[in-house]
């Protein structure tokens, strides 16, 4: 079973920063891909970002390519979101997934099987 916890989430004003946390409880992301995504209320959950099982490539969706940055620490265990120059439009419950797939080559095809519980971003205008 793959357990994920999120962290990091908060109340920002607009311009601000955050970094999310995604620590898994045992080493059960090493060799796969791994995600953020996002969930505004009445809104579907949409991609942010995602990193290859071996760091060595990422992916962003366009409303915060420039703006995010995510990052992995495999021996940790655990997966980072750097936020910057957040909008009010970022406000949404962010999580963190696994990917289906492991050693999947080509991160374009991200499929995500575990998920975290989700922790709440809040940016004020």
């Known amino acids: 079973q793959v357990h994920m916890v999120e962290s990091g989430g908060g109340l920002v004003q607009a311009g601000g920063s955050l970094r999310l946390s995604c620590a898994a409880s045992r080493r059960t992301i090493p060799n796969y891909g791994m995600g953020w995504f996002r969930q505004a209320p009445g809104k579907e959950r949409e991609f942010v970002a995602a990193i290859h099982w071996n760091g060595d490539s990422t992916n962003y969706a366009d409303s915060v390519k420039g703006r995010f940055t995510i990052s992995r620490h495999n021996a940790e265990n655990t997966v980072y979101l750097q936020m910057n120059s957040l909008k009010p439009e970022d406000t949404a419950v962010y999580y963190c997934?696994?990917?289906?797939?492991?050693?999947?080559?080509?991160?374009?095809?991200?499929?995500?099987?575990?998920w975290g519980q989700g922790t709440q971003v809040t940016v004020s205008s």
């Open positions: 997934a696994r990917d289906r797939e492991r050693w999947r080559s080509d991160l374009l095809h991200f499929e995500p099987e575990y």
